[in-house]
């Protein structure tokens, strides 16, 4: 079975600050891991996922997250926030011959002051 | 990407009631999955829709309080029956393509039940 932590629930950070928020899965078997961003009163977007290869992958709205195995870390990062980043984020993790069945971390909700 | 629509978007509903959600993609899907987010939490997989057969359901979650129909590639629903006030969610399909080993998600249904 699979799992995700985020840690922290809420993060604030200042408007041209550096976004971090956390994930660590755990899993039997290589996995593959997922960010979603869900703006208030919508639906989950796709901001990247890595399956194989390069580990360090890059997003939409500037967002990029590395996939660091012997830490079961893949962490999303973005350089400068903008206040358009306040957001839910969630990580999650699937197993690829598992039916593309998607476990969830908690979510972390982002504010960005400015 | 995948274009998804929910139909309705939102509703206020009365204990005791039934509701039927609708789930329409543009192009026919593998897979297609039916999600629930209560306030302020993550998302619960509620069950993955057959195409032509019954659903898949997750732990805790039961036919006939969520019967569940994908009667083509394209097109789901979600009945939400005999409804509480602890069933004021957020109500989200997901899709996967062909070939591909990513969810798309539609834009969710908010439900109120008073």
């Known amino acids: 079975a699979q799992s995700v932590t985020q840690l922290g629930s809420h993060v604030s950070v200042s408007e041209g600050a550096l976004v971090l928020l956390r994930c660590n899965y755990s899993?039997?078997?290589?996995?593959?891991l997922f960010w979603y961003v869900q703006y208030p009163n919508q639906g989950l977007q796709l901001l990247l996922k890595?399956?194989?290869?390069?580990?360090l992958v890059k997003g939409i709205n500037g967002f990029e997250a590395e996939f660091k195995k012997s830490e079961t870390s893949f962490h999303l990062t973005k350089p400068s926030a903008h206040m358009s980043d306040a957001a839910e984020y969630f990580c999650?993790?699937?197993?690829?011959?598992?039916?593309?069945?998607?476990?969830f971390g908690g979510g972390t909700r982002l504010m960005v002051k400015p | 990407s995948a274009v998804i629509s929910q139909k309705p978007s939102r509703d206020i509903c009365q204990r005791g009631t039934s509701l039927t959600i609708q789930c329409q993609v543009d192009?026919?899907?593998?897979?297609m999955f039916w999600y629930r987010q209560q306030p302020g939490q993550s998302l619960t997989l509620i069950a993955t829709?057959?195409?032509?057969?019954?659903?898949?359901?997750e732990s805790g979650f039961v036919i006939d309080k969520f019967p569940i129909s994908r009667p083509n590639l394209t097109f789901s629903t979600l009945t939400v029956s005999n409804m509480s006030p602890e069933d004021s969610s957020i109500y989200l399909c997901?899709?996967?393509?062909?070939?591909?080993?990513?969810?798309?998600f539609g834009p969710g249904t908010r439900l109120t039940v008073l």
């Open positions: 829709a057959n195409q032509g057969s019954e659903a898949t359901y």
């Open positions: 890595y399956t194989t290869g390069a580990t």
């Open positions: 999650a993790v699937s197993v690829p011959w598992a039916g593309n069945m998607l476990t």
């Open positions: 997901s899709v996967v393509r062909p070939g591909s080993d990513t969810q798309y």
């Open positions: 192009s026919q899907v593998t897979m």
């Open positions: 899993s039997s078997v290589p996995p593959y």
